[in-house]
């Protein structure tokens, strides 16, 4: 029998992907008191932190007291939240982020009434309600009971943005009394997708370059 040629043969093979989580974290401000700030919304502290993103890949993005996701409650076992009790920085942060030196977003984000409720936007900066990690505040100074917030991020147009380096921008501001503070150091939280193939589909391939080769060779001894 004539021996097919191998080049004869041609065949087709896809790779699949599978998504790994990464969560990287960018320090922003130790924490500081300062005990004559002015009220009325006047900026007592400010700190920023340049990051590159590619907002493609981008799951969410938060402000948060710690490093990673790792604040708990007794009410809630083996949970974890952004933020904490009874609310974030006295009173507010007005955020602003900017890339290529144009502004390309600003918001009041954090913010408190005069018995310490928290109350509008938090943590999440972006992000669905779905993959972002809920926040934890206190109900009020009063009442500690927990409130879960499961927030959607509000700098929502941004996977329309070209990749590259972005500022955040974080403006402390005082409402109440002349006391503004940041209890803890603060940090920008952002998880990302990082595709890599499946070990299913790496698997898959070999046995089909192995069966093809196999066969070739058997078909060229005939």
């Known amino acids: 029998m004539k021996a097919l040629p191998l080049l004869s043969t041609c ?10 989580a990464e969560l990287l974290s960018y320090f922003v401000t130790d924490p500081i008191i300062v005990t004559d700030a002015q ?10 932190v340049t990051v590159p993103l590619d ?11 710690n490093d990673v996701v790792s ?13 904490g009790m009874p609310f974030g920085v006295d009173d507010f942060i007005r955020l602003t982020i900017s890339t290529q030196g144009f502004e390309v977003f600003s918001a009041d984000i954090d913010q408190n009434n005069n018995q310490g409720t928290s109350v509008g936007q938090q943590a999440v900066i972006f992000g669905a309600p779905e993959a972002t990690p809920d926040v934890l505040r206190e109900t009020s100074l009063t009442n500690d009971t927990p409130m879960i917030l ?24 005082n409402v109440y009394a002349e006391l503004g503070h940041v209890v803890k150091p603060v940090y920008l939280l952002v998880a990302s997708e990082v595709p890599e193939p499946a ?9 089909i370059v192995f069966a093809v080769v196999r066969r070739a060779m058997l078909l060229r001894r005939q």
Request: glycine fraction near 10%.
């Open 199 to 207: 070990t299913g589909s790496l698997a898959t391939l070999a046995v």
């Open 71 to 83: 604040t708990t409650h007794p009410d809630f076992p083996g949970e974890t939240f952004l933020g």
């Open 55 to 65: 907002p493609t890949r981008i799951s969410w993005i938060a402000w948060n007291f």
């Open 150 to 173: 499961d927030e959607a991020g509000i700098f929502t147009f941004l996977p329309l943005l070209p990749a590259g380096d972005y500022t955040f921008e974080f403006s402390f501001r």
């Open 11 to 20: 065949f087709v093979v896809f790779f699949a992907f599978d998504a790994r």
């Open 39 to 48: 009220p009325g919304g006047v900026e007592f502290h400010n700190a920023s």
